[in-house]
């Protein structure tokens, strides 16, 4: 199984700056997600993050808010940009190894 | 596109109660279907899949059984218990683009 490393586990932040979580697998995955789940609610996927190319979004997510860098098969980072208390969420990544589906423990983000 | 629907919650039950929760999908092509757990304060796990039609995924004593003809992976256990009272998550995963997708989330509340 692949061991996914996220961090940081939870941050506070102010409105108006920036937070970057990382994602670190302990082998070389075919694919990686980032996902979202806000207060109460399901996971809504953001993106795809693609090895060597940029990240392919999913409807409502866009590269300016969302930066994401994906430099190898088992790193990726995922940006929240000029924060607002909107973007107070819980934050995944999420890895398919060996066809099967691996989520890390999650960046609770809670912005002022 | 692809989407997700799990019957709304919360499902509040007397321990030893026989629990179903409703799941269906849209998809193109042959996904492969999952039940998530969320227990208070814990991340997503993996509960059962199921990856071809007539396959049924258990673990735990939970029980689905993929359903190309009505496309529903529907959740059962015979007899629950107050440790099951999470939150729970049923899943598709494309077959084209591996994306895993997710239900809205049903709350089970188990009373003793």
């Not at chain 1, 970057?20 to 996971?43: A, E, H, K, N």
């Not at chain 2, 692809?2 to 026989?18: C, D, I, K, R, Y």
């Not at chain 2, 007899?79 to 997708?101: E, H, P």
């Amino acid at each position: 199984s692949a061991v996914i490393s996220q961090k940081p586990s939870r941050d506070i932040c102010q409105r108006g700056t920036s937070l970057t979580i990382q994602c670190q697998v302990d082998s070389q995955v075919t694919m990686m997600f980032w996902y979202r789940q806000q207060p109460g609610q399901s996971l809504t996927l953001i993106a795809t993050a693609n090895q060597g190319s940029e990240a392919t979004y999913e409807s409502g997510f866009v590269i300016d808010k969302f930066p994401i860098s994906r430099p190898n098969l088992t790193f990726s980072t995922l940006t929240v940009s000029n924060m607002s208390p909107e973007d107070s969420s819980i934050y995944l990544c999420s890895v398919v190894g060996n066809e099967k589906l691996f989520f890390g423990s999650g960046t609770q983000l809670s912005v002022l | 596109g692809n989407s997700v629907t799990q019957m709304e919650g919360p499902v509040t039950l007397s321990e030893e109660a026989f629990l179903t929760i409703n799941c269906t999908y849209t998809a193109t092509g042959y996904p492969s279907l999952f039940w998530y757990v969320q227990y208070p304060g814990e991340g997503l796990q993996l509960l059962l899949k199921a990856t071809k039609a007539d396959d049924k995924g258990s673990n735990k004593g939970f029980e689905a059984t993929y359903r190309k003809e009505t496309t529903s992976f529907h959740l059962e256990k015979g007899s629950v218990q107050v440790s099951d009272s999470a939150v729970y998550f049923c899943a598709l995963r494309s077959s084209n683009t591996g994306k895993l997708i997710f239900g809205q989330g049903t709350t089970l509340q188990v009373k003793p």
